[in-house]
């Protein structure tokens, strides 16, 4: 039985996920903004099979909430088994572009709240010496291209950040995971014009991110072609790739 966090909790990803422990007989601490959209949840992984879920508001974006809602998952789960951090927006580059307070609110939104959490969650999984910190990135930081550049320096941020949390808590029997998705069927996508071939849903990513976790992947691009697709963008010289746009 996985004792499992889910930060970001309403996202459809992260939902996703969640069913298919679920279907385990999981119990959960589930933490999101949305606490309507929460119960919505909680009632859907009951039906499921869930051995137990704990809900908990909070606004990722406030730093001060980070450790009462860490104290509160553990008193719920007593340990943590599985740590998935899903949160974040899609920001739109060209308002990033004309206001400061957007680009900075939405860098701390997708990259520095995520990198708060990951070092307080770290220092639980360091006391425990066993679990996996499985964080849900973006294949738009492999590269930084004009159409998302900001949405991808913060998700670079998280990756290399993760690079180097990886080899620390790895020597104490403590997984973590750099989940990489491409375009994926969600609200967040809603309105974009995408190519359609490699637009996917959700639950493709799922089982993806859960066989992940449970083989020890240290990098996981979903679907798999997005390793390719990127391996291709980030070898494209600079004077060719400042002609582009991506």
């Not at 004009?146 to 029997?173: D, H, I, M």
Request: hydrophobic letters at 45%; aromatic letters at 8%.
């Amino acid at each position: 039985m996985k004792r499992i966090l889910i930060i970001g909790a309403t996202s459809a990803i992260a939902n996703a996920c969640a069913r298919l422990w679920a279907e385990q007989g999981a119990e959960f601490f589930l933490v999101a903004r949305n606490l309507e959209k929460m119960e919505q949840t909680a009632a859907d992984l009951k039906s499921r099979g869930a051995k137990s879920v704990t809900l908990h508001r909070m606004d990722a974006t406030d730093f001060a909430a980070h450790d009462p809602m860490l104290e509160s998952c553990l008193e719920a789960l007593q340990q943590i088994d599985i740590a998935l951090i899903a949160h974040g927006t899609l920001p739109n580059q060209k308002t990033c572009e004309q206001d400061v307070n957007t680009a900075l609110y939405e860098f701390t939104n997708n990259g520095t709240s995520v990198i708060a959490l990951l070092t307080r969650l770290a220092n639980q999984f360091e006391i425990q010496r066993c679990g996996t910190l499985a964080v849900i990135s973006s294949v738009a930081g492999d590269r930084g291209r004009p159409s998302n550049y900001l949405y991808g320096t913060a998700k670079a941020a998280v990756s290399t950040f993760c690079e180097g949390l990886r080899p620390r808590l790895f020597k104490v029997g403590v997984h973590v995971i750099d989940i990489k998705p491409g375009f994926v069927d969600t609200p967040m996508t809603q309105g974009l014009r995408l190519p359609a071939a490699l637009v996917v849903k959700p639950e493709k990513v799922a089982r993806m991110i859960t066989k992940g976790i449970e083989y020890k992947k240290d990098i996981v691009y979903a679907p798999r072609f997005w390793c390719l697709i990127m391996f291709i963008i980030k070898i494209v010289p600079n004077f060719i790739f400042k002609k582009l746009n991506l």
